[in-house]
Nanobody, 117 residues
């Protein structure tokens, strides 16, 4: 049974930093594409970042501020959020998909990130 558990969310001031973590069980993160998504109130869920065998990818809105990384020993992925803005306020989700599958198959419950101005 696959489980993804996000942690590290909370309240942070604009310009500050926050680090989200996603602990995986039931799958090996190095064998999956691992993504981060977010959903703000009244908005659709959007892509934030991903890490695959070929590298990392980021949404334009977070490029240069957010970094995703993978710790194979801990079977976890992280999202380092720097210079956060109020518009980064959202529920952040960790997701996983097999490399040959187009859609993300597994999702965490999400963690709330609130950025105050």
């Amino acid at each position: 049974q696959v489980q993804l558990a996000e942690s590290g969310g909370g309240l942070v001031q604009a310009g500050g930093s926050l680090r989200l973590s996603c602990a995986a069980s039931g799958l090996i993160v190095s064998n999956y594409a691992m993504g981060w998504f977010r959903q703000a109130p009244g908005k659709e869920r959007e892509f934030v970042a991903a890490i695959t065998r070929s590298g990392t990818a980021y949404a334009d809105s977070v490029k240069g501020r957010f970094t995703t990384s993978r710790d194979n020993a801990k079977n976890m992925v992280d999202l380092q959020m720097n210079y956060v803005k109020p518009e980064d306020t959202a529920v952040y989700y960790c997701a996983a998909r097999r490399y040959y599958v187009r859609e993300y198959e597994y999702w965490g419950q999400g963690t709330q990130v609130t950025v105050s101005s």
